[in-house]
């Protein structure tokens, strides 16, 4: 089954960190631009982070800059998103998106910021 699954989500106290991970099952991501997105409840989803196939491109949103940061492990077939200082704000079902000659998504995983 082709699918991406995301893993690392969980209840963290503001200003804390999560690192969420996003493996791929049964294809490569090696030809595939990934991509962080989330949605918190009664939002739109909203683009969080995303990394070219080379690695060597990332793009962030104004309200994670400087606090998340996107990477792959292509021998591993996984997207991370480390996640610093995290507040409130943050929380939200963290999605993962791989684009190539098809798009997946990931089903997601919660991450809940709260004291």
């Known amino acids: 089954q082709l699918q991406l699954v995301e893993s690392g989500g969980g209840l963290v106290q503001p200003g804390g960190s999560l690192r969420l991970s996003c493996a791929a099952s049964g294809f490569t991501l090696d030809y595939y631009a990934l991509g962080w997105f989330r949605q918190a409840p009664g939002k739109e989803r909203e683009g969080v982070s995303c990394?070219?196939?080379?690695?060597?491109?990332?793009y962030y949103a104004d309200s994670v800059k400087g606090r998340f940061t996107i990477s792959r492990d292509n021998a591993k077939n996984t997207v991370y998103l480390q996640m610093i200082s995290l507040k409130p704000e943050d929380t939200a079902v963290y999605y993962c998106?791989?684009?190539?000659?098809?798009?997946?998504w990931g089903h997601g995983t919660q991450v809940t910021v709260s004291s």
């Open positions: 990394i070219s196939v080379s690695g060597g491109s990332t």
């Open positions: 998106l791989g684009v190539f000659d098809h798009d997946y």
